[in-house]
């Protein structure tokens, strides 16, 4: 009898703790004032309408003034064709390393709420320069005189591109804290919002693709048909919209605290290990330095559990014999935790998968170069309308769309029956999908251009810079796959380095994710460069030439489809390698 009434008692002290852990995130998760939350009003779906609000504008207001850029330096600054494509690379570029300026300040110093508020203000006042250059004639040199067209003056370059590379400063710091202050709302040690937080990355991307569609279609328009004032004022007006939502959700918000300088953590690991070069790693793990309390050292932090790899690294953690004479384990430039050790134990495991990202990007850069190529020299015409080759984007839009409620209501339900993961697709399998589809995209743009140069032939126009009567809809199946593989791979990549990354890092791994886009263009580059260097020698046209009608533009694209498939057994390989993440 005592000893039922014992398990009874054990029972309600269990069911009471139970439902403490349940007022409470168990994630170290606070209000704005630094007290711990409650889950019953704070976070979760509540409150990320504003977030996902947020992003829809702000990429809506980025797009706004990305997608026709290149035609506001051309047309009214009167650049010519190859400074004004420049400039925007070289802008479009510093846009995707600006995440690290963000992502550091975000980890290190304010939290990923203030630090979204700091540079969404520059990136609205970037917004709200660059309407006032577009509006004031004084601010834009003459309209063109027949052929003369004068340039810009050293003052109106300066407004112009003083506004420009505000907004390149301000969405770099917002890029990389707005996904993850999203998933911050979903409590990591509940399991129940562990899923719930799964589906918010697929609506988080759908949202930027909702901003995209509107800018690529309606506001590229008004800045073609009703003035560039307007065309720039309205993202402008947007990205006021932006700032509005985000703060409205205050109330409702669940935020991390910042951690400290991860840099500077990991110098202090490797620094320690160095001294301690000849000390033996001790087979016992428990015997390796942790802070007793429940907490870890790192602010924000939880602690890691202790893994078997990289042992070398492990010394930094190793109490010396003077360091526990004296009882002083403060300096942390010679004695480190187990957690701190495996933060960089993780970012080193996470780098081959981050490498693999970066030939996919590759991949998806071919939307807007070698695809729009192919589509210029192909039956453009619909009824008594002429399509715009570069138009034809809107179907990988339309396609992440398309995909990401699909994915999130059907697939993923359906996958979590078969493989009884809580979100269907580990990240790790998610991606994977994405990589091989990203191999069909690749197979089917070559297959279509196969198709192109046999009319060609047949007609006997390949010496002739002409369009194929082949209509330009065929490459809808290549932008659908391009689409379907986003969905998997860019979403499982914004879930992995998340989920995998360590507590007081996320921001930093979320904008490493985000460095991929700017090294798969460079790679891009770096691979047509090579292409067209061997294949015009001995006076041969080669792959690309300027007439794509005697090239061999589908050798290109089952060049990238092989490199993707090449990618994927890499990758396939470092998934299996790969041990995650173990919190305590």
Known sequence: MGTRDEETLLLEDALAESESNRLYTGDGSVDIKGNPVLKSNTGNWRACPFILGTECCERLAYYGISTNLVSYLTKKLHEGNVSAARNVTTWQGTCYLTPLIGAVLADAYWGRYWTIAAFSTLYFI???????SATIPAFMPPECIDSVCPSASPAQYLIFFFGLYLIALGTGGIKPCVSSFGADQFDDTDSVERVKKGSFFNWFYFSINIGALISSSLIVWIQDNAGWGLGFGIPALFMGIAIASFFSGTPLYRFQKPGGSPITRFCQVLVASFRKWNVAVPDDSSLLYETPDKNSAIEGSRKLLHTDELKCLDRAAIISDAESRRGDYSDPWKLCTVTQ????????????IWATGIVFSAVYAQMSTMFVEQGMVMDTSAGSFTIPAASLSSFDVISVIFWV??????????ARKITGKERGFSELQRMGIGLFISVLCMSAAAIVEIWRLSLARDLGVTGEAVAVPLSIF????????????????????LEFFYDQSPDAMRSLCSAF??????????????????VTFLT??????????????????DYFFWLLAALS????????FCAKMYKSKKAS
């Open 341 to 352: 050790v495996e933060e960089l134990k993780i970012l080193i495991r996470m780098f081959p």
């Open 474 to 493: 065929w490459q809808i199946p290549q932008y659908f796959l391009l689409g379907a593989a986003e969905v998997f791979t860019f979403i499982g990549q």
């Open 405 to 414: 409620p699909v994915y999130d209501k059907f697939l993923m339900p359906l």
């Open 513 to 530: 994710s985000l460095l991929t886009t700017a090294l798969g263009n460079y790679l891009s580059s770096f691979i047509l460069t090579v």
């Open 565 to 572: 498939f090449g990618n994927m057994l890499v990758y396939v």
């Open 536 to 553: 015009t020698r001995g006076g041969k046209p080669g792959w690309i030439p300027d007439n794509l009608n005697e090239g061999h533009l």
């Open 126 to 132: 970037g917004m709200c320069t660059l309407t006032v």
